[in-house]
């Protein structure tokens, strides 16, 4: 059974970068898309980022478009998102997630099958 392990979260203060991690064990990522989701109090889970299993197409949620960069490096089944000029709406618990779609990518949190428990990313003004 995969598993995704997302670090890198804390908090910060606006302005400043971060980057989250997700690593996969127990079966790989590397032939699947793989999406970025927040989560932050109250709000439903929204996908942040996600990108196609060659990294040929990606989404970027309006709001961290020109901040937020999401990768990945298939040899080491690992995704990432780096995070720029934070601020505080961005916080929220981040989740990865593994797209059900095969080697595509969807807005939509039921098109992913393997989910992290979430890293939290707390962001003062």
């Known amino acids: 059974q995969v598993q995704l392990i997302e670090s890198g979260g804390g908090v910060v203060q606006a302005g400043v970068s971060l980057g989250l991690s997700c690593a996969a064990a127990?079966?790989?990522?590397?032939?699947?898309?793989v999406g970025w989701f927040g989560q932050a109090p109250c709000k439903e889970r929204e996908v942040v980022a996600a990108i196609s299993r060659s990294a040929g197409s990606t989404i970027n949620e309006d709001s961290v478009k020109g901040r937020f960069t999401i990768c990945r490096d298939n040899a080491k089944n690992m995704v990432y998102l780096q995070m720029n000029s934070l601020k505080p709406e961005d916080t929220a618990v981040y989740y990865c997630a593994r797209s059900a779609l095969y080697s595509g990518i969807s807005r939509n949190p039921i098109s992913y099958d393997y989910w992290g428990q979430g890293t939290q990313v707390s962001v003062s003004s």
């Open positions: 127990g079966g790989a990522v590397s032939t699947s898309g």
